[in-house]
């Protein structure tokens, strides 16, 4: 079952992250990659379902955290076609 089509943020992350797995990358920066924008997915997802503000900003915040290992990533390995979209999510 999909989370809240309504938002917005998850659905863009989610639509990122199956961007990130398509990609053809070394072993070991695939596998950083995918973990990372993974991260930001179950992130958001876990922290919409928290009930106190505290909880969520938590959660929100690891999801933010996630991003910029994967904006680090994108860099690196410099992914110009991704980049954008990246920063579009953070």
Avoid: W
């Amino acid at each position: 079952m999909p989370l809240n089509q309504n938002f917005r943020t998850h659905r863009l992350a989610v639509h990122f992250y199956r961007e990130c797995k398509a990609l053809t990358l070394p072993a070991y920066a695939k596998d950083q990659l995918r973990r990372a924008a993974l991260s930001i997915v179950n992130n958001l997802a876990e922290g919409s379902g928290r009930t106190s503000l505290k909880d969520r900003l938590r959660f929100y915040s690891m999801a933010l955290a996630s991003l910029r290992e994967v904006q680090s990533i994108i860099e690196l390995e410099q992914l110009t076609k991704l980049e954008a979209k990246a920063n579009h999510l953070g």
